[in-house]
């Protein structure tokens, strides 16, 4: 068992079903654009990363996308919400291995660095939960160096709240905890206009 494991959380990129606020202000067709757009930006930067590498899907397991397995190992989420989901990917980490550093990202932060995903890893030397704060409230990364599966629940998904109330559980469970910068998520049109030049493209 690896001493350290990544994983990405993607939605499959399907029309209508991902980047649904954006959509709204530039089409479906578009917003599935700029999402493909993401997962390739998520998955180049990962492959610098020296850890296991492992692509939790939505709704099932593509094996022929844009994810090589021969560099990604491919999953599939479990779970009612978003918390439970994730909760059930650290898991299955540490109920093999309960000696080691699991980071979980998702594939929506253009702003996100290898070097900031480096730093995350360097922090579980020392501490049990490392977290990436983004901009709308919540966070765009979460890590461990121990399970503590209580900071999942009970927490209001998708709004302002969830990194406070986060921060709440870590605090009622005696984890030590270290802060990333704070990033900012791409899910509106004027998100996407302050980071599409990155992209290489004008639309």
Aim: aromatic residues 10%; contains cysteine.
């Amino acid at each position: 068992m690896p001493s350290k494991t990544i994983k990405i959380f993607v939605k499959n990129p399907e029309k209508g079903a991902v980047k649904t606020r954006l959509a709204v202000s530039v089409g479906q067709e578009k917003a599935l654009f700029v999402y493909e757009k993401l997962l390739g930006y998520t998955k180049n930067l990962v492959l610098d990363v020296e850890a296991q590498k492992e692509v939790w899907y939505s709704k099932f397991v593509d094996h022929n996308d844009q994810w090589s397995e021969g560099f990604f190992i491919k999953k599939l989420q479990s779970g009612s919400n978003l918390g439970e989901r994730m909760k059930q990917a650290f898991k299955e980490s540490f109920s093999e291995s309960a000696k080691q550093k699991v980071v979980l990202i998702g594939s929506d932060c253009a702003e996100l660095t290898t070097e900031i995903i480096d730093q995350a890893f360097e922090k579980l030397r020392v501490i049990d939960l490392v977290i990436g704060p983004a901009e709308d409230g919540g966070y765009y990364l979460i890590g461990m160096s121990k399970f503590i599966p209580e900071i999942f629940d009970g927490i209001d998904w998708s709004t302002e709240s969830v990194l406070s109330q986060t921060f709440t559980k870590a605090r009622n469970s005696y984890a030590k905890v270290s802060l990333l910068p704070k990033l900012n998520d791409v899910d509106t049109i004027e998100d996407w206009e302050k980071v599409k030049e990155r992209f290489n493209t004008n639309d």
